[in-house]
């Protein structure tokens, strides 16, 4: 098999006094789909953002076993941020931090607004007038606006009409 591109050894998560994961054993492969599923408040969430890189261990190792490039993480989180941008703007501002080129950004953005079908002048609103489901595009939109190598979906479809569902499992 090959060399995974994040793995984990003993790894295990305690918040406020609580276990949360312990004694994890995990290896992430390029092309791979993991399906995390369980009941609310087992972990499910906190593994993810471990994998992220985005939760600090409480015990045991995570590697990351590509360094050059490091593997490219999309990350959507269960609960969308609260921002005071339009769509767009958030786009752009997720893409400009992951150094995407403005051309480059621009065209990547319409072309996820086509595949998510939000129109142009939705995504000049701004995301605190928007429904669930179009909030939820957004989340989805910026976590793939670089391809990742590593892409977490916490909750994807929550929010999403059935053809956007069908989308979002094609892409």
């Known amino acids: 098999m090959s060399t995974p591109l994040i793995s984990f050894r003993g790894a295990g998560k305690r918040l406020a006094g609580r276990t949360i994961l312990q004694n994890l054993d995990l ?3 390029q092309g791979e789909a993991l399906v995390v599923i369980g009941e609310n408040g087992v972990g499910k969430s906190t593994l993810l953002k471990m994998i992220g890189g985005l939760s ?3 015990e045991g190792k995570r590697e990351v076993h590509r360094r050059d490039p490091e593997p490219k993480i ?5 609960r969308f941020p609260k921002v005071r941008f339009t769509g767009y703007e958030y786009l752009c501002f997720m893409g400009l931090i992951r150094g995407i080129p403005k051309d480059a950004l621009e065209r990547r953005i319409e072309e996820l607004l086509r595949i998510f079908k939000l129109d142009r002048e939705a995504s000049r609103r701004p995301i605190r007038q928007y429904s669930k489901g179009m909030i939820q595009k957004i989340n989805l939109m910026q976590s793939i606006i670089e391809p990742p190598d590593i892409l ?7 929010g999403l009409d059935l053809q956007t569902q069908e989308e979002l499992s094609r892409i």
Request: aromatic share 6%; hydrophobic share 40%.
């Open 152 to 158: 977490l979906l916490d909750e994807p479809l929550s």
């Open 74 to 78: 999309g990350y959507v989180p269960d």
């Open 27 to 29: 290896a992430i492969h």
């Open 56 to 58: 600090t261990l409480s």
